[in-house]
């Protein structure tokens, strides 16, 4: 059946990795303060390619995935000066953080979620991947000012030991890195999801904070090498930052001081006063 056909993974050419671990984040519904998709720019940045280079080694091709009145493809100019189209892509690349890594990043797609789920698995089984990370944020009910919490779910009980704290059993709509979380897990790939806890206010925005917290679980729980040092400085100038522009809404600097200082309200009185002033951020 069409809907069946998995989506062509194209391959340059396979690189030559020993266990390596697969981190995955995909920008879309579920990814607050961008905590997902910025942690693996992060670490691309980082990683030592295998040779020479950090181009993609593997893509699929979602332009029969998508509703890209959405996602809509990109138009680049090229040194030799032709014009060049960009449809979206899932991409894989490859290096070494200490120990070898597989980064797999773009747009959650619109359509045949397991089609596309399968065919990140089939990588994942040729690359001989021994445990993966689906990397993200979550909206959440907490301070811009306190540590950035880092909820985890695991596909294997061994996993989750490691893991602590984890989510709390949740059920509702969710997101691809789920569906390729347990796709993984189904194929005996043990994979965990790291969701960073993003203040709701600011959740639309790049979160410092929440990228250093997601890439600080992963370098703990992989026992990779990642240099946190980078970040530090932005943290600091987010927070300040967040914070120069509450004092322009004591409304809601009052709301975030109930919730810093963990006083006695209800939560349903702090989302709704929360989301006011959200959608007063929309209006204007």
């Given at each position: 059946?069409?809907?069946?056909?998995?989506?062509?993974?194209?391959?340059?050419?396979?690189?030559?990795?020993?266990?390596?671990?697969?981190?995955?984040?995909?920008?879309?519904?579920?990814?607050?303060?961008?905590?997902?998709?910025?942690?693996?720019?992060?670490?691309?940045?980082?990683?030592?390619?295998?040779?020479?280079?950090?181009?993609?080694?593997?893509?699929?091709?979602?332009?029969?995935?998508?509703?890209?009145?959405?996602?809509?493809?990109?138009?680049?100019?090229?040194?030799?000066?032709?014009?060049?189209?960009?449809?979206?892509?899932i991409e894989f690349v490859a290096g070494r953080l200490g120990h070898d890594v597989v980064l797999v990043r773009g747009p959650e797609p619109s359509l045949r979620w397991p089609a596309?789920?399968?065919?990140?698995?089939?990588?994942?089984?040729?690359?001989?991947?021994?445990?993966?990370?689906?990397?993200?944020?979550?909206?959440?009910?907490?301070?811009?000012?306190?540590?950035?919490?880092?909820?985890?779910?695991?596909?294997?009980?061994?996993?989750?030991?490691?893991?602590?704290?984890?989510?709390?059993?949740?059920?509702?709509?969710?997101?691809?890195?789920?569906?390729?979380?347990?796709?993984?897990?189904?194929?005996?790939?043990?994979?965990?999801?790291?969701?960073?806890?993003?203040?709701?206010?600011?959740?639309?925005?790049?979160?410092?904070?929440?990228?250093?917290?997601?890439?600080?679980?992963?370098?703990?729980?992989?026992?990779?090498?990642?240099?946190?040092?980078?970040?530090?400085?932005?943290?600091?100038?987010?927070?300040?930052?967040?914070?120069?522009?509450?004092?322009?809404?004591?409304?809601?600097?009052?709301?975030?001081?109930?919730?810093?200082?963990?006083?006695?309200?209800?939560?349903?009185?702090?989302?709704?006063?929360?989301?006011?002033?959200?959608?007063?951020?929309?209006?204007?």
């Amino acid at each position: 059946m069409a809907h069946n056909v998995r989506p062509v993974l194209s391959i340059e050419q396979w690189p030559s990795l020993h266990e390596p671990i697969m981190i995955l984040a995909f920008t879309g519904w579920v990814d607050a303060g961008l905590a997902g998709s910025g942690a693996i720019a992060a670490l691309e940045e980082q990683i030592e390619p295998p040779n020479g280079g950090r181009p993609p080694f593997a893509t699929i091709d979602l332009a029969d995935h998508m509703d890209l009145q959405q996602t809509r493809p990109t138009a680049r100019w090229e040194s030799e000066g032709n014009r060049v189209i960009d449809w979206p892509t899932i991409e894989f690349v490859a290096g070494r953080l200490g120990h070898d890594v597989v980064l797999v990043r773009g747009p959650e797609p619109s359509l045949r979620w397991p089609a596309v789920a399968g065919a990140i698995v089939d990588a994942a089984r040729t690359l001989g991947v021994r445990k993966g990370f689906t990397v993200a944020g979550m909206p959440a009910l907490v301070s811009h000012r306190r540590p950035v919490v880092v909820h985890a779910s695991a596909t294997h009980r061994s996993l989750a030991q490691e893991l602590a704290p984890l989510r709390a059993g949740y059920g509702g709509p969710t997101g691809l890195q789920t569906i390729v979380q347990r796709a993984l897990g189904d194929a005996d790939i043990p994979c965990a999801g790291l969701w960073a806890q993003v203040p709701q206010y600011v959740s639309g925005s790049p979160s410092p904070p929440a990228v250093r917290a997601v890439l600080q679980r992963l370098a703990e729980v992989g026992r990779l090498a990642i240099d946190l040092r980078s970040l530090d400085a932005r943290c600091d100038a987010y927070v300040a930052r967040v914070d120069a522009g509450l004092s322009t809404r004591p409304d809601v600097q009052a709301v975030v001081d109930r919730i810093d200082q963990d006083q006695s309200a209800s939560t349903d009185d702090l989302v709704s006063e929360i989301e006011r002033f959200l959608r007063t951020q929309t209006d204007e």
